[in-house]
C-alpha cells in the first residue's frame, strides 16, 4: 500500500547527541516536505525538496539539514541536539502536477516527536 | 505574501450540534485551499481542497466548506458533530500555479465536542 512513513515516532535523547529521523514515501512522489510543529502552534516548514539532490531550506531556520540520494527516502539529521529542538517533526510528500486534482495535496506522516533533555 | 488567519484557536461544542470553524487568507494571487485535521499523535490529513470550480467542496467525513473569494475566506462547516471529531483543524494555502507546492499553514484550531 503506498504511504509515507517516519521513524523512530518516540524519541528522547540527551543534549549533543547526533540524531536522523527518518522518512520514507512509497507513493513516488517527487516533493517532499519536513515540517516542525510545536505544542499548539502552526506547522513551519524548514526543508524540502523537489527531486534527487535538490534540497531547500524553508521558512524557519532550522539548525537541522537533509539529504536526498532516493527518490523515496528524505532524512533529517540533527548534529548536535539541543533542548530547543524539541518538537514535533512532520515529514509530508507531494506529486508536482501539472494541474488536476493532485496538484499541491501533501500526503503526511503520522510525525517524530523528539525531546531533548 | 501568503498567510492564514484562523480566528479561534478552540471551538467548543456539543455532540449533534452543528460547528463552523473560520479560516481567512490573504494573497496577491490566486490560490489553492485546504483543510487538514490532525488526530492525537497523529499526522495530518486530507479533509477537503478548493482548487477551481464550484465554491462549495465537500470532504471526508460529512464536512464541507465554502471558498468565498470577495471575503477571502474559506470556513470549515459541518451540520452535526460527533465525539470523534474532536481534533485539531488546519487551514492552509498555496499559491495556484507555484512551483513550490509549498503550503502556508494557518495556527489550527481545537474542535473540542462534548458530550
Known amino acids: 500500500e503506498a504511504d509515507i512513513y517516519q521513524t523512530p515516532r518516540y524519541l528522547v535523547i540527551g543534549t549533543g547527541k547526533k540524531i536522523t529521523l527518518e522518512c520514507s514515501q512509497t507513493?513516488?512522489?517527487?516533493?517532499m516536505y519536513w515540517y516542525q510543529q510545536d505544542p499548539g502552534m502552526e506547522l513551519h516548514l524548514i526543508h524540502y525538496?523537489?527531486?534527487?539532490?535538490?534540497?531547500e531550506k524553508g521558512d524557519l531556520s532550522s539548525e537541522s539539514t537533509v539529504s536526498r540520494i532516493r527518490t523515496e527516502h528524505f532524512p533529517l539529521t540533527l548534529e548536535s541536539a539541543r533542548p530547543s529542538h524539541t518538537s514535533q517533526y512532520l515529514c509530508?510528500?507531494?506529486?508536482?502536477?501539472?494541474?488536476?486534482?493532485?496538484?499541491?495535496?501533501?500526503?503526511f506522516g503520522p510525525g517524530t516527536r523528539l525531546t531533548v533533555l | 505574501a501568503q498567510s492564514v488567519t484562523q480566528l479561534d484557536s478552540q471551538v467548543p461544542v456539543f455532540e449533534e450540534a452543528p460547528v463552523e470553524l473560520r479560516c481567512n487568507y490573504s494573497?496577491?494571487?490566486?490560490?489553492?485551499l485546504f483543510w487538514y485535521v490532525q488526530y492525537p499523535n497523529q499526522g495530518l490529513q486530507l479533509l477537503l481542497k478548493?482548487?477551481?470550480?464550484?465554491?462549495l467542496v465537500k470532504g471526508i467525513n460529512g464536512f464541507e466548506a465554502e471558498f468565498n473569494k470577495s471575503q477571502t475566506s474559506f470556513h470549515l462547516r459541518k451540520p452535526s458533530v460527533h465525539i470523534s471529531d474532536t481534533a485539531e483543524y488546519f487551514c492552509?494555502?498555496?499559491?495556484?500555479?507555484?512551483?513550490?507546492?509549498?503550503?502556508?499553514f494557518g495556527t489550527g484550531t481545537l474542535l473540542a465536542v462534548q458530550p
Open positions: 509530508a510528500s507531494s506529486d508536482s502536477g501539472t494541474g488536476g486534482s493532485s496538484y499541491n495535496e501533501q500526503f
Open positions: 507513493m513516488g512522489h517527487d516533493k
Open positions: 525538496s523537489y527531486g534527487v539532490n535538490s534540497t
Open positions: 494573497s496577491s494571487v490566486s490560490v489553492y
Open positions: 478548493y482548487l477551481s470550480g464550484s465554491t
Open positions: 492552509a494555502v498555496s499559491d495556484y500555479g507555484g512551483a513550490t507546492n509549498k503550503l502556508i
